[in-house]
């Protein structure tokens, strides 16, 4: 079974940042690519941003420029820099493998807010 170790998470008012980490207890980590999800109030769950077993970046639009996401395969561990969030931003943080879809973790609740 894997399991999901994430932190970061928080309370920011807009305009803030913060960092979520997430640490996967697979084996060959580096050998898939490694994905943020989020899901707020009511809505599905959408992928934010995934990172390639190259380090390619590709993101949803709505983050683009304010989200960066980043790996580090000897710590099984991928990353999510959020700066300058928004109240839309607001939502429980997931990470995942896209290319294997594993059981979900907890998530980390993220709420921006003045």
């Known amino acids: 079974q894997v399991y999901f170790v994430q932190s970061g998470g928080g309370f920011v008012k807009p305009g803030g940042s913060l960092r979520l980490s997430c640490v996967a207890s697979v084996s060959i980590f580096s050998d898939y690519i490694w994905g943020w999800y989020r899901q707020a109030p009511g809505k599905q769950r959408e992928l934010v941003a995934q990172i390639t077993t190259e380090s390619t970046t590709i993101y949803m639009n709505s983050v683009k420029g304010r989200f960066t996401i980043s790996r580090d395969n000897a710590k099984n561990t991928v990353y999510l820099q959020m700066n300058n969030l928004k109240p839309e931003d607001t939502a429980v943080y997931y990470c995942?493998?896209?290319?294997?879809?594993?059981?979900w973790g907890q998530g980390t609740q993220v709420t921006v807010s003045s």
């Open positions: 995942n493998c896209p290319e294997l879809l594993l059981p």
